[in-house]
């Protein structure tokens, strides 16, 4: 008998589906998930012969062959997938000082009003209505058997204002005796001793500060701008500038529609960055000149 082509096509394909199908019945169950490590090896071992036998002789449709081979990353981008990695870890870690805001007593609603108009006479460049504002709710019997921290940090903020900052460094005292962890009161303090030239002091508590809650953008900012500007340690404010930057980074990434400032911030580090690595560029040459 004489088969035409498209007999000859409808019979080869009944033998290859025989055979598909005689091979399948060789595959093990699934595993189970209570099995140990051992037979899980063991089974996944046997289903790789086992797909190996059904698809021997089939050429595979899955290959590489042909496709462009990705190119490897530059130093540069892999310090960004590096420092993109350690904000989000930093983003992630305990913020103490909002763990400890928690087991503080809540300012009652008239100590709320008062805080309000003090702030709103800060902003209205009236530090001394402000002051009177704040100074009611200090007084408050109730606030002096539960004090508040950030109360003294505005009074201190109300004090710097007015160029008393002795007067504020005392109040931002108070407020991390109340609070150890209040990484607010660390930065003012941090900016108030740099500007008396105390940079040991400035230092370490933007250091406290980023202790109380590594992934405050702000704190590396502060102590980048005092190894850069005033202590002269480019190699130490390059990092913090770069941490300050992955941590924009990831705020602007993390939300829909980030706010302009946040935008204005980003670039302004990344202006840093670029600055400050020709600066340490231009030192190593330098030195290498002699």
């Not at 190894?227 to 941490?243: C, M, Q, R, S």
Request: glycine letters at 4%; one cysteine or more; charged letters at 25%.
């Amino acid at each position: 008998m004489i088969l035409n082509n498209s007999k000859l096509r409808l019979l080869a394909l009944v033998l290859v589906l025989s055979s598909t199908l005689s091979a399948c019945s060789s595959l093990p169950s699934l595993p189970s998930f209570s099995g140990d490590d051992k037979a899980k090896t063991e089974d996944a071992e046997t289903t790789k012969t086992s797909s190996a036998e059904a698809s021997d002789g089939v050429e595979s449709a899955d290959t590489n062959e042909g496709e462009p081979t990705p190119e490897p990353l530059t130093p540069e981008q892999l310090e960004e997938q590096a420092l993109a990695a350690k904000a989000q870890n930093l983003m992630g870690t305990l913020n103490a000082f909002k763990l400890d805001k928690q087991q503080q007593t809540k300012l009652n609603s008239s100590q709320l009003r008062d805080v309000q108009t003090a702030l709103d006479e800060l902003t209205n460049e009236a530090p001394d209505k402000a002051l009177e504002a704040v100074q009611r709710v200090i007084n408050d019997p109730d606030f002096i058997a539960s004090p508040n921290s950030a109360v003294w940090v505005l009074r201190g903020d109300i004090y710097r204002a007015s160029k008393e900052n002795d007067k504020a460094i005392s109040n931002y005292q108070t407020a991390l005796k109340i609070v150890a962890s209040n990484y607010q009161a660390h930065n003012r303090l941090g900016l108030i001793y740099r500007d008396k030239g105390k940079f040991d002091l400035a230092k370490s508590h933007y250091t406290q500060a980023i202790e109380a809650w590594p992934g405050n953008a702000d704190s590396y900012r502060n102590r980048g701008i005092l190894f850069d500007l005033y202590v002269g340690d480019k190699t130490a404010a390059l990092e913090d500038y770069k941490i300050y930057k992955a941590l924009l980074d990831f705020q602007i990434k993390s939300v829909e529609s980030p706010a302009k400032s946040l935008l204005k911030e980003q670039k302004l580090a990344r202006q840093w960055i670029l600055d400050i690595e020709r600066q340490i560029k231009r030192l190593q040459r330098e030195k290498a000149n002699g």
